[in-house]
């Protein structure tokens, strides 16, 4: 069975730092892109970036939001991505969940996680 | 920057069929995919490449597309079918983007 799970999540002050991490299993990670969603209370979906797989350059894109504070890596030895954001705002208190990412016919997530909680406040 | 427009809500009476419909510029070029999201919970994968269904959903979902608007339909809605929706799809650069969602209440 194809498993994302998030964690890392928690109370954290403005301008702060936390890291979120992805752990999976059941299929061939290496193999995969993997994107990070957030979802703000009560709003839509907010794609935040991706990254690609190593044989595609292993390089990530960002949402302009959050594009030169957040960095999306990953460690295909563990089966893990992470998401490292940095200069934390108000405004990334969401939900984020990690997916699984298909191109065969056009970018799209096809399993998430449960998701994990980012609260921003002071 | 580019937007796919969602109705906010649509109601129907369990056993009814329930259209969600999605418009965007780049649809003509572009597949649609769809998510469900239940209360409290992640979103889930219901229709991919604008008509395919992942094994597991059930067939009374289905998606169609012409032109500037995707359609999903639930036909036969259930009362478990109650969730927000949402299109998602990339425009015309690749960069992805999700629909407002469209919340669907069957009662």
């Known amino acids: 069975e194809v498993q994302l799970v998030e964690s890392g999540g928690g109370l954290e002050q403005p301008g702060r730092s936390l890291r979120l991490s992805c752990t999976t299993s059941g299929f061939t990670f290496s193999g995969y892109a993997l994107t990070w969603v957030r979802q703000a209370p009560g709003k839509g979906l907010e794609w935040v970036g991706f990254i690609r797989s190593k044989a595609y350059g292993g390089t990530a894109d960002y949402a302009a939001s959050v594009r030169g504070r957040v960095t999306i890596s990953r460690d ?11 200069s934390l705002k108000t405004e990334d208190t969401a939900v984020y969940y990690c997916t699984r990412d ?15 909680t980012v609260t921003v406040s002071s | 920057s580019y937007e796919m427009t969602q109705p906010p809500s649509v109601s129907v009476s369990p056993g009814q069929t329930a259209r969600i419909t999605c418009s965007g510029d780049a649809l003509p070029k572009r597949f649609a995919v769809w998510y469900q999201q239940k209360s409290g919970q992640a979103p889930v994968l219901v229709i991919y490449e604008d008509t395919k269904r992942p094994s597991g959903i059930p067939e009374r979902f289905s998606g169609s597309s012409s032109g500037t608007m995707a359609t ?25 983007v999700f629909g407002g969602g469209t919340k669907l209440t069957v009662l």
């Open chain 1, 76 to 86: 295909d030895s563990k089966s893990i991505a992470y998401l490292q954001m940095n």
């Open chain 1, 102 to 116: 298909q191109f065969a016919s056009g970018y799209y997530m096809d399993v998430w996680g449960k998701g994990t």
């Open chain 2, 72 to 96: 999903l339909t639930i036909s036969g809605a259930q009362v478990e079918d109650d969730a927000d929706y949402y299109c998602y799809s990339t425009d015309s650069s690749g960069n992805p």
